[in-house]
């Protein structure tokens, strides 16, 4: 939950999740469905299926107990290295380094590489946890540094516990940061049918399996290749892009692929999509 989302936005979920699926076999057997609704909010849902994935693989291939060997959690789905370092780190105090992005803000900074490559971070990563007494205090300490003190806009070097072996201490790195090339935005526009029923409820459709909000719920969405010269009714960012969402209400026959949901708090749903519908009729919600 953590990868991508912030500690207290994830507090409140993590406690929740467990009280949906309090055990792997739980998880396991669970419809994908319903998995997906106990993340309703969260955003990147891929990980709900990889943890959904993950739970099935460890009943089918480890007798429903989380494997012990890095070399097994990395056949995991949606574990890779880094995360994969963090668990065997924290759990069975192995000398696996962590590389998310904040550890490699302070690896660079560190050693003064701004430029380094993956490959030259994980080594400098792994030379860094042989060295350690405790590779788990040693992963989260990183991870703190970064997320705390040494952060992408601002190095708090006077605070800084490292700040005698760093080499970047007190150089101008919120310059540095501030010059940093961002990522554009694409706007993306959609005509969202709603189609409505006096006994059936709203007509809601499944997402394809890859793609934007995939394995979720929606009415009927049609991408618009030009921007409407009408005003959309929400606007909805994701990371890299940005969802101009018009409705509009249909009266002809809903399509095939779909079904008609009369409460739709029993499917998972994409946040934007909520947004739409409370602001076309309250009622939905
Ligand atoms: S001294 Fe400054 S730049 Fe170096 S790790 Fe600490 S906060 Fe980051």
Same mark, same amino acid.
């Given at each position: ?13 993590? @406690? ?51 494997? #012990? ?34 550890? &490699? ?6 050693? @003064? ?34 997320? %705390? ?36 935005? &694409? ?17 809601? #459709?499944?997402?394809? #399996? ?19 010269? %009408? ?7 994701? %990371? ?8 509009? @209400? ?8 779909? &079904? ?18 409370? @602001? ?6």
């Amino acid at each position: 939950m953590l990868q991508q989302t912030q500690v207290k936005t994830v507090l409140p979920r993590y @406690k929740a999740w467990f009280q949906s699926f309090p055990n792997i076999q739980q998880l396991a057997t669970a419809p994908l469905d319903d998995v997906l609704k106990a993340w309703e909010g969260l955003g990147y849902y891929r990980r709900a299926r990889f943890i959904h994935a993950t739970a099935q693989q460890i009943i089918d291939k480890h007798q429903g107990i989380f494997p #012990e060997q890095f070399e097994d959690m990395l056949n995991l789905p949606g574990i890779g290295k880094s995360t994969a370092g963090a668990i065997a780190s924290f759990c069975f105090n192995t000398n696996t380094p962590v590389l998310d992005g904040n550890v &490699k803000r302070v690896l660079k900074r560190w050693h @003064k590489q701004p430029q380094a490559s993956d490959r030259q971070l994980w080594n400098l990563a792994q030379t860094a946890i042989n060295a350690s007494q405790n590779p788990a205090i040693w992963n989260q300490s990183m991870m703190e540094l970064g997320a %705390t003190l040494c952060q992408a806009r601002s190095a708090k070097c006077v605070a800084c516990p490292v700040s005698k072996h760093c080499k970047s201490a007190f150089s101008n790195i919120e310059e540095q940061a501030s010059n940093k090339k961002k990522t554009p935005v &694409k706007d993306v526009f959609w005509q969202i049918n709603i189609h409505t029923h006096p006994e059936k409820g709203l007509w809601l #459709e499944q997402r394809p #399996e890859n793609g934007i909000w995939a394995g979720l719920w929606t009415p009927p969405m049609i991408e618009l290749t030009q921007k409407p010269k %009408t005003s959309p009714c929400h606007i909805h960012l994701l %990371t890299h892009r940005r969802l101009h969402l018009y409705s509009k @209400k249909v009266t002809s026959s809903p399509p095939s692929n779909g &079904k008609w949901v009369k409460d739709i708090s029993m499917l998972a749903l994409p946040t934007g999509i909520h947004h739409l519908l409370a @602001k076309q009729d309250p009622n939905f919600l």
